[in-house]
């Protein structure tokens, strides 16, 4: 990238929720970027063998596929020092 610019963890997946904010999924852990050129922000872990990651609209969560376990993983959707008010 270019000097100054942000770096991001590498991706397995990627969404955003509904108020445009971006969220990653690397291995190990979910990250978000809450705006536009600021930086990747860490949310939550999760298991090693997790494979794509999802928002629910209607709940306003995240999803996280666990290959492992074979089960869903759900997240609240905010972003710590980011949070939005969706009430």
Do not use: K
Not at 18 to 43: D, E, I, K, T
């Amino acid at each position: 990238g270019q000097p100054g610019s942000p770096t991001y963890p590498s991706p397995l997946d990627a969404c955003y929720d509904a108020n445009g904010r971006l969220f990653l999924l690397v291995q190990g852990a979910v990250w978000a970027v809450p705006r536009p050129g600021a930086g990747a922000v860490h949310v939550a872990e999760v298991p090693q063998y997790t494979s794509s990651l999802t928002y629910d609209l209607a709940a306003r969560r995240l999803l996280v596929a666990d290959q492992f376990s074979q089960s869903v993983l759900a997240f609240p959707a905010q972003i710590p020092g980011w949070e939005v008010d969706e009430s």
